[in-house]
């Protein structure tokens, strides 16, 4: 299962693929980069305040979760040039 709790998918484990592209493809993948630091940032700030004891937002992290799950489509759809 993924981070997104979904099977399967780019973030899968199934190891780095090459997607096809040029300078479009980087930019869109940096892009997911960007996106994806942020999540795991947030992330982080929730499990050291769940480790301190404090309330954890269930919130944000369905937000995470979802976020995680739009990068991981959007990959996927860079991956296969749009086609399912």
């Given amino acids: 299962m993924d981070?997104?709790?979904r099977g399967?998918?780019?973030?899968?484990?199934?190891g780095p693929r090459r997607p096809?592209?040029?300078?479009?493809t980087a930019a869109e993948l940096a892009g997911l980069r960007q996106q994806l630091a942020?999540?795991?940032n947030n992330v982080n700030q929730l499990a050291?305040?769940?480790h301190r004891g404090a309330d954890v937002d269930v919130a944000a992290?369905?937000?995470?979760r979802g976020?995680?799950?739009r990068i991981a489509d959007a990959?996927?759809?860079?991956?296969?040039?749009g086609q399912s």
């Fill in 38 to 40: 942020r999540v795991g």
């Fill in 48 to 50: 050291r305040a769940a």
């Fill in 61 to 64: 992290l369905e937000e995470a």
């Fill in 75 to 81: 990959a996927e759809a860079i991956e296969t040039g």
């Fill in 20 to 24: 096809a592209g040029g300078p479009e």
């Fill in 3 to 5: 981070p997104a709790g």
């Fill in 67 to 69: 976020v995680l799950g």
């Fill in 8 to 14: 399967g998918g780019y973030l899968s484990g199934t």
